[in-house]
C-alpha cells in the first residue's frame, strides 16, 4: 500500500449492522437451526421474511457543527475527508453493542456525531485536536466501530458540537525490524490489511479478534483487545510494545523495548484509555515470522468438568505450547453442530454418517450427546516435526482427561468460519431476539464456579421476567492462572417498548455475578459505557479515583470521549 484511500474508500459497516451490506447471515442450508431457535427461544424462524431497515424510512437529526467549526475543519482535512451526511454520521455514532443496534434499527437517535473527519497523518491528526480545544467540541476516535462497549457513542446529554475522528486512511506498515522482529505501523489498519502488508514479507502479528475483519490496531490498542490467538502471541498489551498519541499538550510517545522501569507506566496509562488520553496514531508490535505448518485439532470431552481439566493440563504442560485452545460447554456444542451446513457432496454426506455412527457409539459409552458433550479446538503451528510431537503430547492429555480426539476436519471447519458469528446478531433481531455476549477472566481454581454460578443468574433474571432464553459457552485465552469465559446468551424481548429494560435485566445478572465471584467487569471487550456501572467493584474506590484523577488532568474540558471508562 502506498497512497492514501479517500474518507469513501476507508471501509465501514453498514449504518444499521455488522459489516457488509451484501452479507448476512443464512439459516436455509443450516437444517437444525431452526428446530434449535424454536426449541431454545421459542422462535419460529419461518413465520415472517425478514426486511432490511432502509434509512429513507428514519428521520436522522441535523448536524450541530457550526459552520465556522466545518469551515475549520475542512481546511485541515479537505472537504473530501469531512463527511457529515446522514448515513455516515449514523455509522459513526454507534458503537455494534446490542443497546446501539436496536436503537438504530428503531430510530432512537439520542445524540448523534455532528460530523466525521478522515485525517491523513499525525499533523492532521494534532490541528485537529487544536481546533477541538480552542472551540470547545468534543472528539471522539473512532477505530472500526466495533467495539460492543458503548466506546464510540456520544454522551446523550452532550450539547456541544461531536466530532468523530476516523483515522482509517492511515493504514501502512512503515518500517519492519527483521531482528528485533517488531513493526512500525499506523494505527488506522484494518485487521486483514495489517496481514495483507505483513504476509507479503513472512511475517504474522497473530492478533485475531473476533471482530478482526472490522477492527483496527488502533482500537485494539485503546480497548486492550485480546485476540483468540492469544495463548501465543499475548494479548494485546503484549504484542504493542511502543506507541504515539496525540496528546492535547503534544505526542507522547513510549519506547518499543521489552521491559521499563520509569515509574508509572505511560505506556499502560495508554492503553485501554478509549480515547479518553488523546489519539493514537502508531504502534509499534511484535511479529512472528509465519508458521510453515499450521492445524486446528477438534476434541470431544463427555462434559464441560471432563474439558476443563484437559485444559488446564494442556496450560501447565511444559512441553506444548499451543497457538489457542478453545473449550466449548454442552450449550455451545449443540448450538455448534446446529450451525453445520447440510452436506451436498458425497465426501460430505460421508462425514456426516461418520459423525452419526460416532456419536452412537458415545452414547453406548455413556455420553450425553445433547446436552454435555463438550468440543474443544486446539491449534498448533510451527515445523511439520514440532507440530506432529506437540498433536501427539496433546493427544494423550485429553485422553487422561477422558476425551477423544476427532481430528483436523473439524478444526479446518471452525477456523474458516470464526468471523462470521457477529451476523448472527442482527439476524435474531429481526425476530425480537437479542444475541450478545458477556466475557471474564477467572482462575483455574473458580472457574468451574463461575460458569455455573452465571448459568444460575441468566436463568433466574429471565424467570423474573417471566422470559424464555438460551445461553451458551466457552473458554479460550488460556494464562499460567486462569482462562477467559465467554457467555454467548440469546434473550427474546415482548415490546420494542420493553426491549432493553428486559436485555439489560439478563445482562445486568451475567456481568454482577462477575465480580461477586472476583471476576473481572470484562475479559477484553473495554469499559465504555456498558460496563461501567460495574468498575468500581472491579478496581476498586481507591482505585476509581485514581483513573478519575488521571483523566481530570489531562483533559479538564471534557473534550476526549467524555464519560467512557468512569463516569465524571
Known sequence: ???????????????????????????????????????????????????????????????????AARAALAEIVGEENLAEDDEYRLVHSFGRSLPDLFRVRTGRFERLVDAVVYPANEDEVAAVLRLVLEQDLVLIPYGGGSC????????????????????????????????????????GVYGPDLEEQLNALGWTVGHFPDSFTYSTLG???????????????????????????????????????????????????????????????????????????????????????????????????????????????????????????????????????????????????????TNEMSISYVCFEGSKESVEQQKSLVKKIVKNAGGITLGAGPGAIYDQKKFDTPYLRDF??????????????????????????????????????????????HMSHSYHAGACLYFTFAVPYTSEEKALEQYYAAKSAVQQTFVDLGSTVSHHHAVGTEHQAWITEDIGEVGERMVKGLLADNDPGRNLNPGKVVAP
Open 1 to 67: 500500500m502506498s497512497d492514501r484511500p479517500s474518507a469513501r474508500e476507508v471501509k465501514r459497516h453498514k449504518w444499521w449492522g455488522w459489516g457488509l451490506d451484501d452479507v448476512s447471515f443464512r439459516y436455509d442450508n443450516k437444517p437444525a437451526f431452526a428446530p434449535l431457535a424454536r426449541n431454545k427461544v421459542g422462535v419460529d424462524l419461518d413465520s415472517k421474511q425478514p426486511v432490511e431497515p432502509d434509512l429513507a424510512d428514519v428521520e436522522v437529526p441535523a448536524s450541530r457543527l457550526p459552520a
Open 148 to 187: 460492543i462497549s458503548g466506546s464510540v457513542t456520544p454522551d446523550p446529554a452532550e450539547q456541544r458540537p461531536v466530532v468523530t475522528m476516523n483515522i482509517g486512511r492511515m493504514r501502512e506498515v512503515l518500517e519492519i525490524d527483521d531482528t528485533a522482529g517488531l513493526a512500525r505501523v499506523e494505527a
Open 219 to 369: 482500537g485494539w490498542a485503546a480497548t486492550r483487545s485480546s485476540g483468540m490467538q492469544s495463548d501465543k502471541y499475548g494479548d494485546i498489551e503484549d504484542i504493542v510494545r511502543g506507541m504515539r498519541m496525540v496528546h492535547p499538550d503534544g505526542v507522547a510517545v513510549t519506547k518499543p523495548i521489552p521491559g521499563r522501569d520509569s515509574g508509572p507506566s505511560v505506556h499502560e496509562m495508554i492503553l485501554g484509555s478509549e480515547g479518553r488520553l488523546g489519539i493514537i496514531t502508531e504502534a509499534t508490535v511484535q511479529v512472528h515470522r509465519i508458521a510453515p505448518v499450521r492445524q486446528v485439532i477438534a476434541y470431544m470431552y463427555p462434559d464441560w468438568e471432563h474439558g476443563i481439566r484437559g485444559m488446564h493440563a494442556i496450560a501447565r504442560s511444559t512441553d506444548v505450547s499451543p497457538t489457542f485452545t478453545r473449550l466449548s460447554d454442552g450449550p455451545e456444542t449443540e448450538f455448534s453442530l446446529a450451525m453445520v451446513k447440510e452436506p451436498t457432496s458425497t465426501k460430505g454426506r460421508v462425514a456426516a454418517k461418520v459423525q452419526d455412527g460416532l456419536f452412537a457409539y458415545l452414547r453406548s459409552k455413556g455420553w450425553d450427546t
Open 428 to 473: 435474531l433481531m429481526n425476530y425480537q431476539v437479542f444475541g450478545d455476549v458477556c466475557d471474564t477472566g477467572a482462575t483455574w481454581s473458580n472457574i468451574n464456579e463461575v460458569h455455573a454460578r452465571v448459568y444460575d443468574a441468566y436463568y433466574a433474571a429471565l424467570e423474573e421476567q417471566g422470559l424464555s432464553g438460551f445461553m451458551f459457552c
